[in-house]
């Protein structure tokens, strides 16, 4: 990393335990079951709770599940969904099907997060682009998936289900959307590199074919094989080599 450092920098120790926890949080469908204590439950929706958001409009909201019988029409819920993505899908079906996208009745808590109702009068950033709300949720659920992973807890992001049937199931109010199941708990270890990208579904694009310089489709300097000095030191701290930057 750079060793000029600007003088709000994080001590090096600290800055490679940012980095560790965005290189190593992982979306984790495998549970060991278990529980999460209430003070670290506390703890993560505090950090989701410190996120952004457009207008300072803060639009998450979180229901805690732990019924059983709950968690059991939620499950219902999204393998009905898998079912038809899978259809959707065409020729990728039976790859599809093979993938395990859920860990619904095995992780330790269950959160379903929310858009809350009343956001159309929140003008501030949301006039041009009212999709901003559901950005800054996406904030404060990245939030909660990395300081997850600091705790060695695993978190899963589920979103194959039918928002209205699933704002019906949890009584959301008019105006209010499920954007999320988050799946949360201990697990027995964290995949080394995305699940998709290990059962060969996708893979991490190079950074390079991505950033741009002045405008769209410029290739930028900045990842110019001369320049990546820098990015190799980062690199270093990507577990297993899975994450080639540049
Ligand atoms: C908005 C969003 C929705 C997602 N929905 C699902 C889902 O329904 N099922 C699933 O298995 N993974 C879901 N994922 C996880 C992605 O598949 C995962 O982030 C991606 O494969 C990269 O893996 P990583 O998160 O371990 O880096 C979702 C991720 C995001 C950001």
Redesign the pocket.
């Known amino acids: 990393m750079d060793p000029i450092q600007p003088s709000q920098a994080f001590s090096p120790e600290a800055r490679a335990a940012v980095y560790r926890a965005i290189f190593e949080?992982?979306?984790?469908?495998h549970f060991a079951g278990g529980q999460v204590e209430p003070e670290t439950l506390r703890r993560l929706l505090t950090a989701a709770h410190h996120a952004p958001s457009v207008g300072f409009m803060q639009p998450w909201r979180f229901i805690r599940i732990q019924d059983r019988a709950m968690r059991e029409r939620l499950h219902g819920l999204?393998e009905r969904?898998?079912i038809e993505t899978a259809r959707a899908l065409g020729q990728r079906e039976d790859e599809f099907m093979q993938?395990?996208?859920?860990g619904l009745l095995d992780a330790a808590e269950l959160l379903a997060v929310c858009l809350a109702d009343g956001r159309e009068q929140h003008v501030f950033g949301r006039r041009t682009l009212p999709q901003m709300d559901l950005a800054s949720a996406?904030c404060a659920?990245?939030n909660l998936?990395l300081a997850a992973r600091a705790e060695g807890l695993g978190m899963?992001?589920?979103?194959?289900?039918d928002p209205v049937e699933l704002a019906a199931l949890l009584g959301l109010p008019p105006g209010a959307e499920p954007?999320?199941?988050l799946c949360l708990g201990p697990v027995h270890e964290f995949?080394a590199?995305?699940?998709?990208?290990q059962q060969k579904?996708?893979r991490?694009q190079p950074l390079n074919e991505l950033v741009f310089d002045e405008g769209w489709g410029c290739v930028s300097a900045l990842f110019e094989p001369s320049a990546s000095s820098g990015i190799a030191a980062l690199e270093a701290l990507v577990p297993n080599g899975q994450g080639q930057i540049a």
Request: glycine share 2%.
């Open positions: 949080r992982r979306d984790m469908r999204v969904e898998r993938l395990k996208v859920e996406s659920i990245q998936w899963g992001w589920v979103s194959l289900f954007i999320a199941l995949y590199e995305p699940m998709l990208q579904w996708a991490r």
